[in-house]
Structure formats: structure tokens, C-alpha cells
Antibody, heavy 116, light 108 residues
Framework: EVQLVESGGGLVQPGGSLRLSCAAS????????MHWVRQAPGKGLLWVSR????????IYADSVKGRFTISRDNARNTLYLQMNSLRADDTAVYYC?????????WGQGTMVTVSS | EIVLTQSPGTLSLSPGERATLSCRAS???????LAWYQQKPGQAPRLLIY???SRASGIPDRFRGSGSGTDFTLTISRLEPEDFAVYFC?????????FGQGTKLEIK
């Protein structure tokens, strides 16, 4: 089955860290640019970060630059998001998504809650 | 950054009616790199339209995207019960990729 499955979300204190994973299956993961997109409760979608096929090129939204790091392991068909110095406004469902253009596949999302 | 403004915020219609959703960009969207997504409660977004007017795989032909430059439209010709959801537009022609704030399509 062609799918993306996120994991690693949870409750973390402000200033803490968390690493999200996105496991891909059913397609050639190494051929696709990958993204993280987040959605705060009851809010819209915010693009967070993108990584190219070989992992060399990455880009971030200003709101997470310097705190979040996107990476990938093509041998393990897995995308990662290392999140450091977390703040309350990082609370959201985090989705991984596939696509060099539009995002034609999304995972089901993993919830990250930043609270003391 | 390109700001996308969707209107209306909420659209109340009945099944069988026609829905027209608007997405306006603060500057021209390169090569019509504009997509539309549908999101139902508790679910991930689903790609409907890319390149402003091309339907994604498996999307019924009642969904039609149009527009160019700064003005784009998603039209749903005859609403089915399963079409009531939130719709987002997204531009992917320039970085950062940005989304509109969404239009909620609700049953009247």
C-alpha cells in the first residue's frame, strides 16, 4: 500500500526537543521531494520545511529556521524532523507530504503539544 | 512571500447546488503553480487540483479549477454530501510555499 505514516509526536515542555519520523511505503521514496506541514488546532495549514531527493538541499519557514532540522534516510525510506527549542506556538498536528510541485500524498499526521 | 486570501470564509449551500470558491494571491503565481486541497475533520488534506486546472488522480469531474496570475477559482458543479469540508488553496511557484486560510463549505 502506498502510504506515509508519521510518528514521534507527544507532549513536551517549552524549550524541549522532539524528533518526528515519517515512514514511506509503496513507492520509490528516494525519487520524491518531501515536506513537513503543520496545522495548529482549529487553524489552517502552514508549510514548515522541504528536503530534496538526496537530502542535500533543505529549506525552512522563517518561524522554525534555526530550531528545526529536516533530514531523510533513503535506505530506510524515512523522513525526519528534529525539533528543538520548542515553543507553545509550535503546538500542531504535523503532516509529512510528498511532492516537488503540489503535495499529492499526505500522512495522517502526528500531534505535538508544547506545554508545561 | 505570496499571501493567499480565500473567500468566502464560510459557504452554506445545499446538495445539488454549485459552489464557487475564490483564492486571490498578493502577487502573480508563477506558471499557475496553484493547488486546491480538501480536508475533512480529523483527516489529512487531499489534493484535488494542481497547476490551477488539472484534476488529481481519482478526483471526480465535478471539481474544476480555473484562473491564472493572481485570481483562481475552484468550482464544484453539483454538490454531493461528501463534498462538505474545508478547502485550501496553495501556491508552490515560489518559496515559501503558502496556503490560503481556507473556505469551509457547510450544508445549508
Amino acid at each position: 500500500e502506498v502510504q506515509l505514516v508519521e510518528s514521534g509526536g507527544g507532549l513536551v515542555q517549552p524549550g524541549g526537543s522532539l524528533r518526528l519520523s515519517c515512514a514511506a511505503s509503496g513507492f520509490t521514496f528516494s525519487s520524491y521531494w518531501m515536506h513537513w506541514v503543520r496545522q495548529a488546532p482549529g487553524k489552517g495549514l502552514l508549510w514548515v520545511s522541504r528536503i530534496n531527493t538526496n537530502g542535500i538541499s533543505t529549506i525552512y519557514a522563517d518561524s522554525v529556521k534555526g530550531r528545526f532540522t529536516i533530514s531523510r534516510d533513503n535506505a530506510r525510506n524515512t523522513l525526519y524532523l528534529q525539533m528543538n527549542s520548542l515553543r507553545a506556538d509550535d503546538t500542531a498536528v504535523y503532516y509529512c507530504a510528498r511532492g516537488k510541485g503540489a503535495f499529492d500524498m499526505w500522512g495522517q499526521g502526528t500531534m505535538v503539544t508544547v506545554s508545561s | 512571500e505570496i499571501v493567499l486570501t480565500q473567500s468566502p470564509g464560510t459557504l452554506s449551500l445545499s446538495p445539488g447546488e454549485r459552489a464557487t470558491l475564490s483564492c486571490r494571491a498578493s502577487q502573480s503565481v508563477s506558471s499557475s503553480y496553484l493547488a486546491w486541497y480538501q480536508q475533512k475533520p480529523g483527516q489529512a488534506p487531499r489534493l484535488l487540483i494542481y497547476g490551477a486546472s488539472s484534476r488529481a488522480s481519482g478526483i471526480p469531474d465535478r471539481f474544476r479549477g480555473s484562473g491564472s496570475g493572481t485570481d483562481f477559482t475552484l468550482t464544484i458543479s453539483r454538490l454531493e454530501p461528501e463534498d462538505f469540508a474545508v478547502y485550501f488553496c496553495q501556491q508552490y511557484g515560489s518559496s515559501p510555499r503558502t496556503f490560503g486560510q481556507g473556505t469551509k463549505l457547510e450544508i445549508k
